[in-house]
């Protein structure tokens, strides 16, 4: 298993940045494509990218593409996602997620707010 936790969120004024982090409890290298949903109130959580283990490769979102960025350290069992100019529309509760490609398994973290408002 593998427990994750979230941490950066917070409330922020539009334009601004924030970087959010995600630490898994152990290493997540090589089986597991990491990933950052979001869901807004009333609204069906979403993914918003995805980083795979050894190529590292990335895909993401229409909706932040070019603003978003997510990426890895396998030494620190970290993934990043890297939020550049937010809008009121990112406003949400935000997830971590471990896909064990092996087993299907998914793993979440607890979550974390980003409010954008000004």
């Known amino acids: 298993q593998v427990q994750l936790v979230e941490s950066g969120g917070g409330l922020v004024q539009p334009g601004s940045s924030l970087k959010l982090s995600c630490t898994a409890s152990?290493?997540?290298?090589?089986?597991?494509?990491m990933r950052w949903y979001r869901q807004a109130a009333g609204k069906e959580r979403e993914l918003v990218a995805a980083?795979?283990?050894?190529?590292?490769?990335?895909n993401y979102a229409d909706s932040v593409k070019g603003r978003f960025t997510i990426s890895r350290d396998h030494a620190k069992n970290t993934v990043y996602l890297q939020m550049n100019s937010l809008g009121p529309d990112d406003t949400a509760v935000y997830y971590c997620?471990?896909?064990?490609?092996?087993?299907?398994?998914?793993?979440w973290g607890p979550g974390t707010q980003v409010t954008v408002s000004s």
């Open positions: 980083i795979t283990g050894v190529a590292g490769s990335t």
């Open positions: 152990r290493s997540t290298y090589s089986l597991y494509v």
């Open positions: 997620n471990a896909h064990d490609v092996w087993s299907g398994t998914d793993y």
